[in-house]
């Protein structure tokens, strides 16, 4: 069962997520200015874990660490974000929505559940009167979190170069830690995000458990919402057609990196169940190839 504190937390920061969205949705929508619209997600995560962590005061060491890996995070993420939409311009991916205002309250919703539910480790945390001395689990939650950021810094990096150079029109973006996975961004930040509720462990009992909500909502959203599906629909569409964009994603990972010498060998239902190569992420490409034919 939720302690009431538990309770006061997850209400406090709803509350304060719903607010900020909202704040940000109405300037997209009145003025559809969508420069701000990453921002609001990134930062809002540091909104609730700083509001969480001073509201308690108790400072314990987990709450400080968990705190601080989610301000860091989501930190860069908002500078990053921030920086590209002014480098880029305007952002393909919102075209459908600038326009279009239900579209847009869709976007910042599951924005706001994302922000809440990825929280949902630090919250409860936060509002933890328990601090058992450090366990296994925070330091696996911590080395997760560590290696998911750095991996979703390089390959952002490495994005960013790509998308930079004039060399690159045309083509997919295979540099760096995209020639072991198609999207080592997003494994990156699944990574980090488990590693939340994993350092959450020591702390949570009971109904408390609803923080696997986070890592599972982030997971799902990026594997079948907006991540994986959408991205990999607009590769086959773009180079569906050219035979070397088909051996490049029969060789490489769709998410956790892998050399391609031992991904590319694998057998389809192996890649399937256990590396995320679902069917939908080749739809398109078998489209082209009937097409084609």
């Not at 924005?111 to 929280?119: A, F, I, N, R």
């Not at 959408?230 to 769709?254: C, M, W």
């Amino acid at each position: 069962m939720l302690t009431d504190t538990d309770k006061e937390f997850l209400s406090l920061t709803a509350t304060v997520t719903a607010g900020y969205q909202l704040f940000f949705f109405l300037i997209a929508a009145v003025f559809q200015f969508d420069k701000l619209t990453d921002f609001a997600g990134s930062t809002n995560f540091v909104i609730i874990a700083l509001l969480t962590l001073v509201k308690k005061g108790s400072w314990h060491l987990r709450q400080v660490v968990l705190t601080a890996m989610i301000v860091i995070w989501s930190t860069r993420l908002a500078l990053y974000l921030f920086f590209r939409i002014l480098r880029w311009g305007e952002d393909k991916r919102y075209d459908r929505m600038r326009h279009n205002v239900g579209n847009l309250a869709v976007f910042f919703i599951f924005q706001g559940l994302w922000v809440w539910t990825v929280t949902l480790p630090v919250t409860v945390v936060n509002a933890s009167d328990k601090d058992p001395s450090i366990q296994a689990e925070d330091i696996i939650g911590w080395i997760m979190w560590f290696v998911g950021t750095i991996v979703e810094i390089l390959a952002d990096k490495d994005k960013f170069s790509f998308k930079n150079s004039p060399e690159s029109k045309g083509k997919w973006c295979e540099i760096g830690l995209w020639k072991y996975s198609r999207h080592p961004n997003y494994f990156g930040d699944i990574l980090l995000t488990w590693g939340y509720f994993v350092a959450s462990l020591p702390i949570i009992e009971g109904a408390e458990w609803l923080v696997l909500i986070g890592p599972v909502f982030l997971t799902l959203l990026l594997l079948f919402v907006s991540g994986l599906t959408i991205l990999e629909k607009s590769g086959d569409k773009k180079f569906g057609n050219v035979e070397a964009y088909r051996v490049y994603k029969k060789r490489t990972s769709p998410l956790i990196p892998l050399p391609r010498s031992i991904y590319g060998n694998l057998p389809y239902w192996f890649k399937s169940v256990f590396l995320f190569e679902f069917p939908i992420y080749n739809r398109y490409l078998n489209r082209n190839r009937t097409k084609q034919g």
